[in-house]
Nanobody, 123 residues
Framework: QVQLEESGGGLVQAGGSLRLSCAAS????????MGWFRQTPGKEREFVAAISRNDGLTYYADSVKGRFTISRDNAKNTVYLQLNSLKPEDTAVYYC????????????????WGQGTQVTVSS
């Protein structure tokens, strides 16, 4: 079992930046594909970005491509999401998630989830 804990959310003005972190428990972090999703009230959880287990391949939703960057540090059991050029429509609760299989953009294919961190972008 993996436990995930996000941090780094907050309130930022449009055009600003934030860096989210997700710390994972356990000694097999490098075996997990890691993803970031976001959710606003009344909407389905939305794929943001994912990074593969071994070779660091990354995938992004079109809405964040070029603005957000996902990375991982397997020595620290941590995955990051750098959010740049933030827009009000990026406001959401951001979740990290893990799965033992390969990359997926579907939230229901991830096995473990953090509790989420709120990102609010003011206009």
């Amino acid at each position: 079992q993996v436990q995930l804990e996000e941090s780094g959310g907050g309130l930022v003005q449009a055009g600003g930046s934030l860096r989210l972190s997700c710390a994972a428990s356990g000694r097999t972090f490098s075996l997990y594909t890691m993803g970031w999703f976001r959710q606003t009230p009344g909407k389905e959880r939305e794929f943001v970005a994912a990074i593969s287990r071994n070779d660091g391949l990354t995938y992004y939703a079109d809405s964040v491509k070029g603005r957000f960057t996902i990375s991982r540090d397997n020595a620290k059991n941590t995955v990051y999401l750098q959010l740049n050029s933030l827009k009000p429509e990026d406001t959401a609760v951001y979740y990290c998630a893990s799965r033992t299989a390969g990359i997926s953009r579907q939230y229901y294919e991830y096995d473990y989830w953090g509790q989420g961190t709120q990102v609010t972008v003011s206009s």
